[in-house]
């Protein structure tokens, strides 16, 4: 007579990550408004030819925050995320970056929709923080 099935158990929950206050609770959406003002920052650095992150700069550059770390977020997916939303411009091509000291390859930009969204963030974040107070 064969045995009954055995009952598997439960694959364990992924541990719970906690964000640091004042950053969204999703580790996605976290990674984005990272992203974002990554890439608002180095417009404002860089000249017009110049201005945006290659990809490579943007995994370095969030490489430490929590998202990335303990969230498992994956830079080229939320890169996927900008751009379908057109929150950030693609930009192909090289181009010689004198601040850089080499040439840069294909980039990203942040737009108006980009600006608009994290703009928006900010602007909630600083009126639930004065909430709290």
């Known amino acids: 007579m064969p045995s009954p099935p055995q009952k598997r158990p439960a694959p364990a929950a992924p541990p719970k990550v906690v964000a640091p206050r ?18 608002n920052q180095a417009e404002s650095y860089h000249d017009d030819r110049e201005k945006g ?13 929590w998202s990335v770390q303990k969230g ?16 950030v411009d693609h930009v192909p091509g090289t181009v010689r970056s004198w ?5 840069l390859g294909p980039h990203y930009r942040i737009n108006g929709e980009g600006k608009l969204f994290l703009a928006r963030f900010l602007e909630e974040s600083q009126r639930l923080s004065s909430q709290r107070v």
């Open 53 to 65: 992150l290659e990809l490579d700069e943007i995994s370095t550059m969030t490489q430490e925050h």
């Open 99 to 103: 601040t850089r000291q080499r040439d």
């Open 72 to 87: 498992g977020v994956q830079v080229p997916v939320v890169m996927g995320l900008l751009l379908r939303n057109r929150m």
């Open 22 to 39: 004042g950053e969204p609770q999703d580790p996605t959406r976290a990674a984005l408004l990272e992203i974002l003002r990554l890439l």
